[in-house]
């Protein structure tokens, strides 16, 4: 069956980084646009980043722009996010998301917390 797992998620001082994996299966992973979205408590679920289907084309949210960078291996079925300069606003349970035009898939998410 269809799976999404991240991983990397956990506990970080403002300023430092962190790196998200979301290792997919039961799906054609290369034939999909990879995502990763966030929520924080209290708000609604927002789009972080996009990756198109051979990771050559890239898109961000104005507010992790220069410090977030998303990309994807197709060998290794797996998407990442690494996120530099991390700020308490960033804290939130973020889920990676596979889309193509008929067919939409997430994960369970993963808890990332900045803080002192």
């Known amino acids: 069956q269809v799976q999404l797992v991240e991983s990397g998620g956990g506990l970080v001082q403002p300023g430092g980084s962190l790196r998200l994996s979301c290792a997919a299966s039961?799906?054609?992973?290369?034939?999909?646009?990879m995502n990763w979205y966030r929520q924080a408590p209290g708000k609604e679920r927002e789009w972080v980043a996009r990756v198109n289907t051979l990771g050559g084309s890239t898109n961000y949210a104005d507010s992790v722009k220069g410090r977030f960078t998303i990309s994807r291996d197709n060998a290794k079925n797996t998407v990442y996010l690494q996120m530099n300069s991390l700020k308490p606003e960033d804290t939130a349970v973020y889920y990676c998301?596979?889309?193509?035009?008929?067919?939409?898939?997430w994960g369970q998410g993963t808890q990332v917390t900045v803080s002192s």
């Open positions: 039961g799906f054609t992973f290369r034939f999909y646009t």
């Open positions: 998301n596979a889309r193509n035009d008929v067919s939409s898939y």
